[in-house]
Nanobody, 126 residues
Framework: QVQLVESGGGSVEAGGSLRLSCAAS????????MGWFRQAPGLEREGVAI????????YYDDSVKGRFTMTRDNAKNTLYLQMNSLKPEDTAMYYC???????????????????WGQGTQVTVSS
């Protein structure tokens, strides 16, 4: 049973930082082909940080580039998202997801991801 559990969300003021964690279990693909997505009320779910290829390539959406950094601990099967210089427009529910494969092309399309966590809320006030 594949399970992804996010944590680390919360409420911060603009300019603040948060670190999200996503603990994965139930499969052996390590943290390859995983990503962080977010969804604000009334908007589509969007990919903000993606690991692709064999796990050695990363993609960041332009809206977070230079502010968000994705890292991973393969020994713990955990993916992290360090979010700095947060803005009110970063407010959303944040999800991690995995394609559960050992290699993948870049994709930020939610339909390409097989398993999802329950999400963690990030709220940034101005």
């Amino acid at each position: 049973q594949v399970q992804l559990v996010e944590s680390g969300g919360g409420s911060v003021e603009a300019g603040g930082s948060l670190r999200l964690s996503c603990a994965a279990s139930g499969y052996t693909y390590s943290t390859r082909c995983m990503g962080w997505f977010r969804q604000a009320p009334g908007l589509e779910r969007e990919g903000v940080a993606i690991i692709y290829g064999g796990g050695d390539s990363t993609y960041y959406d332009d809206s977070v580039k230079g502010r968000f950094t994705m890292t991973r601990d393969n020994a713990k099967n955990t993916l992290y998202l360090q979010m700095n210089s947060l803005k009110p427009e970063d407010t959303a529910m944040y999800y991690c997801a995995t394609r559960a494969v050992v290699w993948c092309p870049l994709s930020s399309q939610r339909n390409d991801y097989k398993y999802w966590g329950q999400g963690t809320q990030v709220t940034v006030s101005s």
